[in-house]
């Protein structure tokens, strides 16, 4: 592969699952670049002590990433214009949707959204999920 994947990983409140996200990337793909963007300090703060190469924080830092992201993870919310507790705003939600890259998302039934997907799967394995689809995305560019 000739250029490295830049995977930028949206997450918000206290990062925590950014942070598995982080975690599993670089465990099981070491060769990519991982930009936490957070949507307060203390997500970001979590995130790339997860392991993120670098991180930015804030709606200005969501909406430049989001375009030069290669592929973007988090749960389904970031699509969502005001949720995490209006934390995702409008401007977030629109540069997310907008975005070019390649979006790998994780359903969480607080997000108050059902994705039609038969049977019941926890965090974790959409998480599993999750990363297996960037190593499929990733094999499919070279």
């Given at each position: 592969?000739?250029?490295?994947?830049?995977?930028?990983?949206?997450?918000?409140?206290?990062?925590?699952?950014?942070?598995?996200?982080?975690?599993?990337?670089?465990?099981?793909?070491?060769?990519?670049?991982?930009?936490?963007?957070?949507?307060?300090?203390?997500?970001?703060?979590?995130?790339?002590?997860?392991?993120?190469?670098?991180?930015?924080?804030?709606?200005?830092?969501?909406?430049?990433?989001?375009?030069?992201?290669?592929?973007?993870?988090?749960?389904?919310?970031?699509?969502?214009?005001n949720s995490m507790m209006g934390e995702l705003s409008p401007k977030m939600a629109e540069a997310i949707g907008g975005s070019h890259a390649m979006k790998i998302l994780i359903p969480l039934s607080k997000c108050n959204i059902k994705i039609a997907i038969p049977g019941e799967?926890?965090?974790?394995?959409?998480?599993?999920?999750?990363?297996?689809?960037?190593?499929?995305?990733?094999?499919?560019?070279?």
């Amino acid at each position: 592969m000739d250029k490295i994947t830049t995977v930028a990983v949206i997450d918000g409140q206290g990062g925590g699952i950014g942070s598995i996200i982080i975690e599993k990337l670089k465990s099981k793909i070491p060769n990519i670049k991982i930009l936490a963007l957070g949507t307060n300090a203390n997500a970001t703060k979590s995130m790339l002590k997860a392991g993120a190469n670098e991180g930015a924080t804030g709606e200005n830092a969501i909406v430049y990433n989001a375009k030069e992201a290669d592929i973007i993870m988090g749960v389904v919310a970031i699509l969502m214009p005001n949720s995490m507790m209006g934390e995702l705003s409008p401007k977030m939600a629109e540069a997310i949707g907008g975005s070019h890259a390649m979006k790998i998302l994780i359903p969480l039934s607080k997000c108050n959204i059902k994705i039609a997907i038969p049977g019941e799967y926890n965090i974790q394995q959409c998480i599993d999920s999750s990363v297996e689809l960037v190593k499929d995305h990733i094999s499919n560019l070279e």
